[in-house]
């Protein structure tokens, strides 16, 4: 059993996504997590899929989609364990006027802290810049410290940042 | 008034992707003595079980409309009416929409941000006597009893989800020194 991560990015079309879920599934590949959506109209697909075939096999298989306007990698990569996490998770929220830096500078204070981004999605509409990141905190950190640091990071920034717990409500 | 109800037995809790979980439970006589005893397993195995609030007869391998909830612990919990066994339940009125990220017992290793009315008002049967009751509640009561009447309508959170990056693993947090912690 292999298990393979699959890049596809390019120009979006209708179809992409029925035609890479075909190849896979003629391979004999289970196709596992997987996320997808539109970066500035670019389509871009990332995910992980199991079964027997090689990364060669796969893809070759993908070729056809590969047209000039379509990217796709495949790279064997090795299992891994799931670790549970220790601590909480927090939902970073950021908006302001677009400059160069604002990721770079805030992921840099939530990895400074031992944060751990669990999700990203950044979006630029207009000249307004929106950030939301789930963060793992480990229990061991101080958490006012890290809220106070990117409250003057962010304003340093021009930017306005909100940290709060995110919560499961189990039922 | 809830009457007394007999002794339950607890019950193995079944999860997705079983097929009781996506099929619309039938409406119950409230005083067949079979129903009787399955609100009484409702709620024995909601008690055994850590941290659940609420559980749907679906949620047992039974499909029918019957569900239980008592959130009368939970920290979110405003208005409480302590523990509800109610039977063939619908939403009279609903208001305020907010969203949330859930969990199932049904469904344990996801959780998925969905949006339920704050305020509510539930019409259903008790068991045994069938007397009709109207239920108005909110914040994390009214949270629990949609999400239980949905099981009853052969529907799970994941059906209700916000959109299609609404779906997370869900995180179990150990404490330090736990054997399986990092």
């Known amino acids: 059993m292999t298990s393979l991560a699959i890049t596809v990015v390019g120009h979006d079309r209708p179809g992409i996504i029925a035609q890479a879920a075909e190849v896979l599934s003629k391979c004999g590949m289970n196709l596992e997590d997987s996320s997808m959506t539109l970066l500035r109209g670019h389509f871009a697909m990332t995910l992980i899929c199991a079964g027997e075939a090689d990364a060669a096999q796969v893809e070759a298989a993908l070729q056809p989609m590969v047209n000039g306007s379509l990217d796709v990698t495949v790279r064997e990569v090795p299992e891994e364990p799931d670790v549970p996490p220790l601590g909480a998770t927090y939902l970073v929220t950021v908006h302001g006027a677009d400059r160069l830096g604002i990721v770079a500078r805030l992921a840099g204070v939530i990895a400074e802290a031992g944060g751990n981004i669990t999700d990203l999605t950044t979006r630029l509409s207009g000249t307004l810049y929106v950030l939301l990141a789930e963060v793992d905190i480990p229990r061991s950190a101080d958490v006012e410290a890290l809220q106070a640091r990117l409250a003057q990071v962010s304003a340093e920034l021009g930017v306005d940042c909100t940290m709060r717990l995110l919560e499961n409500d189990q039922l | 008034m809830l009457p007394t109800l007999p002794e339950g037995r607890v019950l193995d809790v079944v999860r997705a992707p079983s097929h009781t979980l996506s099929v619309p439970g039938s409406l119950v006589d409230p005083a067949d003595p079979l129903i009787v005893q399955l609100c009484a397993d409702l709620v024995a195995t909601m008690r055994v079980s850590p941290g659940c609030v609420g559980l749907a007869a ?125």
Request: glycine share 8%.
């Open chain 2, 58 to 182: 679906p949620q047992v391998g039974v499909s029918a409309q019957a569900f239980c909830i008592d959130v009368s612990s939970h920290p979110k919990t405003r208005t409480s009416h302590g523990l509800i066994v109610l039977l063939n339940a619908e939403i009279v009125e609903a208001s305020r929409n907010e969203r949330g990220r859930e969990g199932c017992m049904s469904v344990p290793d996801l959780t998925g941000d969905v949006k339920r009315a704050t305020k509510i008002t539930m019409a259903g049967q008790l068991p045994l006597s069938g007397e009709r009751v109207l239920i108005s509640t909110d914040a994390f009561e009214a949270r629990a009893l949609q999400h239980e009447l949905d099981h009853c309508n052969g529907l799970l959170f994941l059906d209700r989800v916000t959109g299609a990056h609404a779906v997370y693993p869900r995180k179990v947090y150990q404490q330090p020194g736990d054997p399986l912690a990092p």
